[in-house]
């Protein structure tokens, strides 16, 4: 059983275009995140969620809303995507904030 | 505000070689240090994490020590495998955040 998965593993999609990326983790954590890495490859954090409440928001355009509607999934849904959108997002979870961090396999988004 | 350098950026080395990745941070003030593993196209592994009270950790052939006051950390591979070619992350937690990621250092292990 995969812990942290996500969905879809590959996204082509062309701008102005409106998506979602799903993450679900089976490991009974609190605590989940999503994660940009760029085509330099430098992961960076956009959200985490603490038992379904918002504890961290780094400065992403607003066209980002994370919606999680149970501790075991935290979604990603992404507004008018521009090319500079194009990443691999990644999803991991925690059992709390302080904790191991295990993440998904990502999601490769590419925007043409 | 934190900043995460891992040095080598790549590293080639043949099989059987034991080697040393380097990561270093700029604020002591870490709650724990995570070493992680990403395969081309793949998620991230975690390899080892070493809270701060911590000296070091070991896992098979992985052992990761942690000097929090000089602001480093050190993964060293013993007999390395080609199996074991892949980019080696380092990330530091601090309290009340996320982790912030080096750059990785790119492991190539040639049979």
């Known amino acids: 059983d995969t812990a942290v998965s996500q969905t879809p593993k590959y996204l082509v999609t062309q701008m102005g275009n409106d998506k979602s990326i799903k993450c679900e983790q089976n490991?009974?954590?609190?605590?989940m995140y999503w994660y940009k890495q760029d085509s330099k490859k430098f992961l960076k954090i956009m959200f985490s969620?603490?038992?379904?409440?918002?504890?961290i928001n780094e400065t992403v355009p607003n066209r980002f809303s994370p919606k999680s509607p149970d501790k075991a999934h935290l979604n990603l849904h992404i507004n008018s995507l521009e090319l500079g959108d194009s990443a691999v997002y990644f999803c991991?979870?925690?059992?709390?904030?302080?904790?191991?961090?295990?993440f998904g396999q990502g999601t490769r988004l590419t925007v043409v | 505000k934190q900043e995460v350098t891992q040095i080598p950026a790549a590293l080639s080395v043949p099989e059987g070689e034991n080697l040393v990745l380097n990561c270093s941070f700029t604020?002591?003030?870490?709650?724990?240090l995570q070493w992680f593993r990403q395969d081309p196209g793949k998620g991230l592994t975690s390899l080892l994490l070493?809270?701060?009270?911590?000296r070091e950790q070991t896992s098979g052939r992985l052992n990761a020590s942690l000097d929090k006051s000089s602001g480093r950390s050190t993964l060293y591979i013993a007999a390395s495998q080609p199996g074991d070619s892949a980019t080696y992350l380092c990330?530091?937690?601090?309290?009340?955040?996320?982790?912030?990621f080096g750059k990785g250092t790119s492991l190539l292990v040639t049979p």
């Open positions: 490991l009974g954590h609190d605590t």
């Open positions: 969620y603490n038992n379904k409440e918002l504890i």
């Open positions: 604020d002591s003030a870490i709650y724990n």
């Open positions: 991991a979870s925690s059992q709390t904030p302080n904790t191991e961090a295990f």
């Open positions: 990330a530091v937690l601090e309290t009340g955040y996320a982790l912030n």
């Open positions: 070493i809270q701060s009270s911590q």
